[in-house]
């Protein structure tokens, strides 16, 4: 093990290269015009492969290509799927960005650029780990699959099916997935629950035409204004979501879980310093981290409609729209929650406008069965690489594909996020820390080992 780990920390600057290499791939699965850059980004994923001694495959979908690639390990030895995805978040605003986003620079010992921590940079990882291992022994602990997708940021629409239709290739053990964050700087967690999403945009329209403002205003419904109006209306003044049914299959947590969560070093006031905002909202009743993590919520994501020029016009917009996700916990169904949304935003629609829906990806929540023993394989390799014991934690974010390899290959996930809580993912200026990438590909290669006990 020493050996693997020298000769991680000697390849440092080589796989800095080759994060950089990746990062300048402007892989954006939801932009069509990407496509070229979607099939460049598969291929070096692929070639990189190929050039550790991974047996791999492009598998092309009616979507973005899926990379896949085995090592098979001692007879006996358990099977370990890693998980990741090599596209990336649209880069908008451009404007608010330091550096390009597809021009990796290195700053105070982190990488910028889209993709850095969402999820290039984790993903790597355990290539680079079992290329180190490969290197030394020729011959890996375990036998060691890989699915690196390319839809994961559009809802794994392709790998969804894919799994239902490739059990027996899938067969593992377990599967581990770095696509998250610490806790905190220094603070290591393992993730034992995801929420889920479901995502409608809403357009709402209403007169044949923009109208002036003076001559209608007053007597034609104002489509934004109904809008605004729907919004405001799907939350009480508890701040809980009023869609009819939208709470009856959440799952309680228990005491003890909140309990669990309330014991971690959180800190609000810090949290709003760092977002620089002078208070915070949510469900009442609930702490921050219980609203994150085991509450579901329906948030705006973007809102448009009427006049957004310089100075003012009086106008009267013929449309308006919005696009609305809702956070889901288990039991909820995105189909069955979407379907709730579009029913009472019907129902409240004030007559003059027409509602039209537009049904995004969505995912399912994930919450795992404890006592795995390679979750607590990943815990220790977490510990081994970063010196610190990691708390379990869930997440407020959501992989689709999680709740899929539990459902069809019925075997446990270790979600062993690098990342950091600052690392600004979907935002401008993302950033992997370096040292969290460094140390995550030894925590890659412990992994591998911790894995093998825990299998025996
Ligand atoms: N890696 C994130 C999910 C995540 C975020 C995990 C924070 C842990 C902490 C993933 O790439 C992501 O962004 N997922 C999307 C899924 C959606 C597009 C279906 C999300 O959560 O918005
Ligand atoms: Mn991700
Ligand atoms: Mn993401």
Same mark, same amino acid.
Request: glycine share 10%.
């Given at each position: 093990?020493?050996?693997?780990?020298?000769?991680?920390?000697?390849?440092?600057?080589?796989?800095?290269?080759?994060?950089?290499?990746?990062?300048?791939?402007?892989?954006?699965?939801?932009?069509?015009?990407?496509?070229?850059?979607?099939?460049?980004?598969?291929?070096?994923?692929?070639?990189?492969?190929?050039?550790?001694?991974?047996?791999?495959?492009?598998?092309?979908?009616?979507?973005?290509?899926?990379?896949?690639?085995?090592?098979?390990?001692?007879?006996?030895?358990?099977?370990?799927?890693?998980? !990741?995805?090599?596209?990336?978040?649209?880069?908008?605003?451009?404007?608010?960005?330091?550096?390009?986003?597809?021009?990796?620079?290195?700053?105070?010992?982190?990488?910028?650029?889209?993709?850095?921590?969402?999820?290039? #940079?984790?993903?790597?990882?355990?290539?680079?780990?079992?290329?180190?291992?490969?290197?030394?022994?020729?011959?890996?602990?375990?036998?060691?699959?890989?699915?690196?997708?390319?839809?994961?940021?559009?809802?794994?629409?392709?790998?969804?099916?894919?799994?239902?239709?490739?059990?027996?290739? +899938?067969?593992?053990?377990?599967?581990?997935?770095?696509? !998250?964050?610490?806790?905190?700087?220094?603070?290591?967690?393992?993730?034992?629950?995801?929420?889920?999403?479901?995502?409608?945009?809403?357009?709402?329209?209403?007169?044949?035409?923009?109208?002036?403002? !003076?001559?209608?205003? #007053?007597?034609?419904?104002?489509?934004?204004?109904?809008?605004? #109006?729907?919004?405001?209306?799907?939350?009480?003044?508890?701040?809980?979501?009023?869609?009819? !049914?939208?709470?009856?299959?959440?799952?309680?947590?228990?005491?003890?879980?909140?309990?669990?969560?309330?014991? +971690?070093?959180?800190?609000?006031?810090?949290?709003?310093?760092?977002?620089?905002?002078?208070?915070?909202?949510?469900?009442?009743?609930?702490?921050? +981290?219980?609203?994150?993590?085991?509450?579901?919520?329906?948030?705006?994501?973007?809102?448009?409609?009427?006049?957004?020029?310089?100075?003012?016009?009086?106008?009267?917009?013929?449309?308006?729209?919005?696009?609305?996700?809702?956070?889901?916990?288990?039991?909820?169904?995105?189909?069955?929650?979407?379907?709730?949304?579009?029913?009472?935003?019907?129902?409240?629609?004030?007559?003059?406008?027409?509602?039209?829906?537009?049904?995004?990806?969505?995912?399912?929540?994930?919450?795992?069965?404890?006592?795995?023993?390679?979750?607590?394989?990943?815990?220790?390799?977490?510990?081994?690489?970063?010196?610190?014991?990691?708390?379990?934690?869930?997440?407020?974010?959501?992989?689709?594909?999680?709740?899929?390899?539990?459902?069809?290959?019925?075997?446990?996930?270790? +979600?062993?996020?690098? #990342?950091?809580?600052?690392?600004?993912?979907?935002?401008?200026?993302?950033?992997?820390?370096?040292?969290?990438?460094?140390?995550?590909?030894?925590?890659?290669?412990?992994?591998?080992?911790?894995?093998?006990?825990?299998?025996?």
């Amino acid at each position: 093990m020493e050996q693997v780990i020298a000769r991680i920390r000697e390849a440092r600057q080589q796989h800095q290269d080759q994060m950089l290499e990746l990062l300048r791939i402007p892989s954006i699965s939801s932009d069509p015009a990407r496509k070229r850059d979607m099939e460049a980004a598969a291929r070096w994923v692929l070639n990189k492969m190929q050039a550790v001694g991974i047996r791999s495959e492009i598998v092309t979908t009616p979507g973005h290509d899926i990379v896949y690639g085995e090592v098979p390990g001692p007879a006996g030895a358990p099977t370990i799927l890693v998980y !990741g995805h090599y596209d990336v978040q649209p880069v908008d605003p451009l404007d608010l960005w330091d550096t390009p986003p597809f021009e990796p620079v290195i700053r105070d010992g982190a990488v910028y650029a889209r993709g850095s921590s969402d999820d290039k #940079g984790q993903l790597l990882v355990h290539l680079l780990a079992a290329e180190a291992v490969l290197a030394l022994h020729g011959e890996l602990p375990v036998t060691l699959k890989f699915c690196i997708e390319g839809e994961e940021e559009v809802g794994s629409p392709s790998l969804t099916p894919f799994v239902a239709d490739n059990r027996d290739k +899938l067969a593992c053990d377990a599967v581990v997935i770095s696509d !998250g964050s610490f806790f905190a700087r220094g603070v290591p967690s393992l993730v034992y629950g995801l929420r889920g999403l479901a995502y409608v945009e809403v357009l709402v329209r209403g007169p044949n035409r923009d109208l002036h403002s !003076g001559s209608f205003g #007053g007597a034609v419904t104002n489509p934004a204004d109904a809008l605004a #109006g729907l919004i405001a209306a799907l939350h009480d003044g508890d701040r809980r979501v009023t869609i009819p !049914g939208f709470y009856d299959r959440v799952r309680e947590a228990s005491a003890v879980e909140r309990e669990g969560f309330a014991s +971690l070093p959180r800190d609000d006031q810090g949290y709003m310093e760092e977002l620089e905002v002078d208070g915070l909202q949510g469900e009442a009743g609930f702490t921050t +981290l219980e609203r994150l993590w085991i509450r579901p919520t329906l948030e705006v994501n973007g809102l448009w409609g009427g006049f957004q020029g310089e100075g003012a016009k009086t106008v009267l917009p013929a449309e308006a729209g919005a696009k609305l996700s809702m956070r889901l916990v288990p039991d909820q169904d995105p189909d069955e929650v979407a379907d709730a949304l579009e029913k009472h935003l019907a129902a409240l629609a004030p007559p003059g406008v027409e509602l039209e829906f537009i049904r995004h990806h969505g995912g399912r929540p994930f919450l795992a069965e404890p006592g795995s023993p390679y979750v607590e394989a990943g815990a220790r390799a977490l510990e081994m690489a970063f010196g610190k014991k990691p708390v379990l934690t869930r997440e407020g974010g959501s992989i689709p594909v999680v709740e899929t390899f539990r459902a069809e290959l019925g075997a446990p996930t270790v +979600l062993m996020g690098l #990342g950091l809580p600052d690392d600004a993912p979907h935002s401008p200026n993302e950033k992997m820390d370096l040292d969290q990438f460094h140390r995550g590909v030894e925590a890659a290669a412990h992994f591998l080992y911790l894995a093998r006990k825990a299998g025996a």
